[in-house]
């Protein structure tokens, strides 16, 4: 099993910026591909970034490209979230998650979820 804790999310201000971060404990973090996705009310969860094993591959959703950075440090267990320019429509609970797969921008990829972390972006 694997436990996952977001933190850095808050209240800002459209144009600001927030880092969020997934601290990863109970088996090698670094077996693992990683994940945010983010989920506003009213919507679906949905895919934001993730990144590989080693931190050598990444993806993004298109609406957050040339915005937010995922990365991970193994040796400190945790994976980031830079979000740049935040826009009121990137307001929503952002979750970290893990999954053993290569390729994954599933939620029903991903095996472990925390518990999520809020982050609003007012007008």
């Known amino acids: 099993q694997v436990q996952l804790v977001e933190s850095g999310g808050g209240l800002v201000q459209a144009g600001d910026s927030l880092r969020l971060s997934c601290a990863a404990s109970g088996r090698t973090f670094s077996g693992y591909s990683m994940g945010w996705f983010r989920q506003a009310p009213g919507k679906e969860r949905e895919f934001v970034a993730g990144?590989?094993?080693?931190?050598?591959?990444?993806n993004y959703a298109d609406f957050v490209k040339g915005r937010f950075t995922i990365s991970r440090d193994n040796a400190r267990n945790t994976v980031y979230l830079q979000m740049n320019s935040l826009k009121p429509e990137d307001t929503a609970v952002y979750y970290c998650?893990?999954?053993?797969?290569?390729?994954?921008?599933?939620?029903?990829?991903?095996?472990?979820w925390g518990q999520g972390t809020q982050v609003t972006v007012s007008s």
């Open positions: 990144i590989s094993w080693s931190g050598g591959r990444t």
């Open positions: 998650a893990a999954t053993l797969r290569r390729v994954a921008t599933l939620s029903s990829d991903y095996d472990y």
